[in-house]
């Protein structure tokens, strides 16, 4: 059974940081593509940011590009988020999800096989 499992939100003040961290179990994690999405209540899901397979690829938002940064560790079975200079706009849950070899480039959550059940992350103002 694949599991996917958000950890590290939490709330910060604006310009702060969190990581946020997704585990998988039941999967072959080196082959899957994982991608952060996050929905702000009353909106739709959004796309953040997502990394490659093999991890040499990553692609990002314009909202969040140049303050969050994606990685991996194979060997852990876990992508991380690192989200620096928050802002109250990025308030959402955020959610990874797992795409078996899928590129980066697309950011449509709908390609995506599996979802986690996300993390709520607050910056107050």
């Known amino acids: 059974q694949v599991q996917l499992v958000e950890s590290g939100g939490g709330l910060v003040h604006t310009g702060g940081s969190l990581r946020l961290s997704c585990a998988a179990s039941g999967l072959t994690f080196s082959r899957y593509t994982i991608g952060w999405f996050r929905q702000a209540p009353g909106k739709e899901r959004e796309f953040a940011a997502a990394i490659r397979w093999s991890g040499s690829l990553t692609n990002y938002a314009d909202s969040v590009k140049g303050r969050f940064t994606i990685s991996r560790d194979n060997a852990k079975n876990t992508v991380y988020l690192q989200m620096n200079s928050l802002k109250p706009e990025d308030t959402a849950v955020y959610y990874c999800?797992?795409?078996?070899?899928?590129?980066?480039?697309?950011?449509?959550?709908?390609?995506?096989?599996?979802w986690g059940q996300g993390t709520q992350v607050t910056v107050s103002s």
């Open positions: 999800a797992a795409k078996l070899y899928g590129e980066v480039t697309t950011s449509s959550q709908y390609v995506y096989n599996y």
